[in-house]
C-alpha cells in the first residue's frame, strides 16, 4: 500500500465493493472489429466513386470544349487537315472503318474512350493511341483484337 494514496475510509469501501469484471464475448468483439472495417472500406469506396465522377464528368466538359468547331484547330478542313488524311492508307482506313465489333462486358464507353476495371480495381481508360488487345474469355489467339474506342463505334 505504500505506492497507493491512501485516503479515508478508501479500507472500508474496498471491502463492500464486489468485484466488476467486463466479459467481452470474443466472437462479439470480431464482429465489431469486421463491422468497422466493412463500413471503414465502404466509405473508401463511395469517396472513390465519387471523385472518379467528378473526374469523369471534368473530361467530358474538357472534351465537348476541344470538339467544338469554332475552337477546333483546323476545324474548317484545311491544308493540315488534308495532309493527314493523305498520309493515311485507304486500306487502313477501309479495314477499320468496315470491322466494328460490340463494346466488349465491363467496358464502357465514355467521352471518345473506352473505361474498363482492370484486375487490380483501378479504373483505366482506353484511347486511339492505347496499344490495348482484348481477347474474350477462353478465347484462342486468333480471337483477340486490337481495341480502340472507333472499333467499337465509341464518339
Known amino acids: 500500500m505504500s505506492w497507493e494514496i491512501h485516503r479515508p475510509g478508501a479500507a472500508r469501501q474496498a471491502s463492500k465493493a464486489v468485484a466488476r469484471t467486463l466479459v467481452v464475448n470474443e466472437r462479439w468483439l470480431i464482429v465489431k472489429i469486421a ?80 473505361i474498363y476495371t482492370a484486375h487490380d480495381g483501378a479504373m483505366r481508360n482506353i484511347t486511339a493511341r492505347s496499344n490495348y488487345w482484348y481477347c474474350p474469355p477462353g478465347g484462342k489467339g486468333e480471337d483477340c483484337w486490337l481495341l480502340t474506342p472507333a472499333a467499337v463505334g465509341c464518339r
Open 35 to 114: 463491422g468497422g472495417v466493412l463500413m471503414a472500406l465502404l466509405a473508401w469506396r463511395s469517396i472513390e466513386l465519387y471523385l472518379l465522377r467528378l473526374e469523369l464528368e471534368e473530361l467530358g466538359r474538357e472534351t465537348e470544349a476541344m470538339l467544338k468547331p469554332d475552337l477546333a484547330p483546323g476545324g474548317d478542313q484545311g491544308q493540315g487537315s488534308a495532309r493527314i488524311r493523305s498520309t493515311r492508307s485507304a486500306a487502313a482506313h477501309s479495314v477499320s472503318a468496315a470491322v466494328r465489333r460490340a463494346l466488349p462486358e465491363g467496358y464502357r464507353c465514355v467521352a471518345g474512350t473506352v
